[in-house]
């Protein structure tokens, strides 16, 4: 009955309710229990997907909205109740506008980075992107999560680079946020020059903060603007290796203070390992032989003199550096600096670049300060052994955001899923690790799975707040069930 109704608004050929299809979508490679859902639509207009909304106030049925491609990590795309319907956008794949004087595009949440990058490119401009994306992520679905991007002297705000969005609440209604709003349709802002920069509105609400972070539960997201860079027309990439990670924190510090550099970001030995090679052998060969930490930086060309602003940044950059006893190179014992920048415009080649080592992985992140992150090096090796997890396997990633006043710190535990021991004990620390992460002032902005309850706990006003927000936008409680505090 419910695939006849939904094959009406979206036709039939784009209900899908085959054995095969309804478990890859009912479970994905977290640790969240696998529930099955009644059927898959696609949609491929803001109009169709008001039409499932409103059929599924009507029946109350709940709906789980889908933008990435597989393979899913976090748990936030499976059903968390009996009965649910899936929501797959990836068929709405306009890239609606782009802007090359405002640097600006519009897109829909079924484009992917690949995708938005090629047609980015034809106008010089690059995307804001986080570090090697799989290939199926959604533009949208990343920003909407806040994935961190890779260039904090550009990050201004915690959403950025999102700027306005279509939104169809969970009542049904469709809304515009920020300029976006009007007066006037988005067709005639265009002709007024008006492109959808400032996400400010209506009058003083920021309403894009509503859906940014909330996995689903408040919105669906038809299509947003994002703010883009100039493709640059020189680079020069730099690795500063380190055998501990307190100076280069001291340096990223000073490289955001005066918002030097373009792309900027700390990784371990294995992770850049992961990012280079193709196969375990490699990785494990390339582990071998980096350095225990490496800072990698790039200088950005762009504009009336792309030379001088290049030379200018890197030979400070070079003085900050000596200033620390550090040593920026080009090429250091395992990778080159131009290698890894060449890695960060495309999304990761195939296999995925966290999926080579042992082909499971499992990534623990939180937002905290970059200076305290040496404490949360120096204490997860011994709660990984405490979990009976081989902290040999755990690859590090440090991404200083908002003009570096905070950092995203992520741990990736690497683990092979066909061999029990590995996988109970991977289990176990990401079940049971979220208490002493917060007790240590982790901050889990973005809370999956086993995090909800420990990011809640310590923050009853924000509970309470946004229960209530969902009892606004939401009231029949229809858009994923079972995620956050919901």
């Given at each position: 009955m419910a695939e006849k109704e939904l094959a009406k608004i979206v036709g039939r050929g784009n209900v899908?309710?085959?054995?095969?299809?309804?478990?890859?979508?009912?479970?994905?490679?977290?640790?969240?229990?696998?529930?099955?859902?009644?059927?898959?639509?696609?949609?491929?207009?803001?109009?169709?997907?008001?039409?499932?909304?409103?059929?599924?106030?009507?029946?109350?049925?709940?709906?789980?909205?889908?933008?990435?491609?597989?393979?899913?990590?976090?748990?936030?795309?499976?059903?968390?109740?009996?009965?649910?319907?899936?929501?797959?956008?990836?068929?709405?794949?306009?890239?609606?506008?782009?802007?090359?004087?405002?640097?600006?595009?519009?897109?829909?949440?079924?484009?992917?980075?690949?995708?938005?990058?090629?047609e980015l490119v034809k106008e010089g401009l690059c995307a804001y992107m986080p570090?090697?994306?799989?290939?199926?992520?959604?533009?949208?679905?990343?920003?909407?999560?806040?994935?961190?991007?890779?260039m904090p002297a550009h990050h201004w705000d915690s959403t950025d680079p999102l700027l306005c969005a279509e939104v169809v609440f969970g009542t049904g209604d469709k809304f515009r946020t920020g300029e976006a709003s009007g007066p006037d349709t988005v067709e005639e802002q265009w002709q007024m020059d008006r492109v959808q920069m400032n996400p400010f509105g209506h009058s003083h609400m920021d309403f894009q903060r509503l859906v940014a972070g909330a996995q689903g539960t408040i919105g669906i997201v038809t299509w947003a603007t994002l703010k883009c860079c100039y493709l640059s027309t020189l680079h020069r990439a730099l690795l500063v290796p380190s055998a501990t990670i307190e100076p280069l924190i001291d340096l990223s510090y000073q490289l955001v203070r005066f918002r030097l550099g373009g792309k900027l970001f700390l990784l371990n030995g294995l992770n850049l390992a992961c990012l280079l090679g193709c196969t375990p052998a490699e990785i494990q060969e390339l582990k071998n032989t980096l350095p225990p930490w490496i800072l990698f930086v790039s200088f950005e060309g762009y504009g009336i003199l792309p030379g001088g602003k290049m030379a200018y940044e890197e030979?400070?950059?070079?003085?900050?550096?000596?200033?620390?006893?550090?040593?920026?190179?080009?090429?250091i014992p395992g990778a080159g600096a131009e290698d890894v920048l060449r890695l960060l415009y495309p999304p990761s080649p195939e296999p995925y670049w966290k999926t080579r080592f042992k082909s499971g992985v499992q990534d623990i992140f939180f937002l905290t300060t970059l200076d305290k992150t040496?404490?949360?090096?120096?204490?997860?090796?011994?709660?990984?052994?405490?979990?009976?997890?081989?902290?040999?396997?755990?690859?590090?990633?440090?991404?200083?955001?908002?003009?570096?006043?905070?950092?995203?710190?992520?741990?990736?535990?690497?683990?092979?899923?066909?061999?029990?021991?590995?996988?109970?004990?991977?289990?176990?620390f990401v079940g049971e690790s979220s208490e002493e992460i917060a007790g240590m002032g982790g901050f889990f902005s973005r809370p999956y799975g086993a995090w909800k309850d420990t990011a809640y706990r310590r923050a009853e006003g924000t509970l309470i707040m946004q229960r209530k927000i969902k009892k606004i936008f939401d009231p029949n409680e229809i858009l994923n069930p079972g995620k956050l505090c919901f």
């Open positions: 899908l309710d085959g054995p095969g299809v309804l478990e890859e979508y009912s479970k994905d490679s977290s640790f969240v229990p696998q529930i099955m859902p009644r059927c898959i639509v696609k949609p491929e207009s803001v109009e169709e997907v008001q039409g499932i909304v409103k059929w599924a106030n009507d029946t109350l049925t709940p709906l789980v909205p889908v933008s990435s491609g597989s393979p899913h990590s976090r748990g936030d795309t499976v059903p968390g109740v009996d009965g649910a319907v899936i929501v797959d956008l990836s068929k709405m794949k306009k890239i609606i506008r782009v802007d090359p004087r405002n640097k600006v595009a519009m897109v829909e949440p079924g484009v992917t980075y690949g995708e938005l990058q090629s570090l090697a994306p799989r290939n199926s992520k959604s533009v949208i679905g990343s920003m909407l999560e806040r994935e961190p991007i890779t030979a400070d950059f070079r003085a900050m550096a000596q200033s620390f006893d550090l040593k920026p190179e080009t090429v040496p404490d949360f090096v120096a204490a997860m090796p011994d709660l990984a052994r405490r979990h009976g997890y081989l902290s040999e396997n755990m690859g590090i990633y440090i991404q200083p955001i908002v003009q570096g006043t905070s950092c995203h710190c992520e741990f990736n535990l690497y683990y092979d899923p066909a061999r029990p021991a590995e996988l109970e004990a991977t289990t176990r």
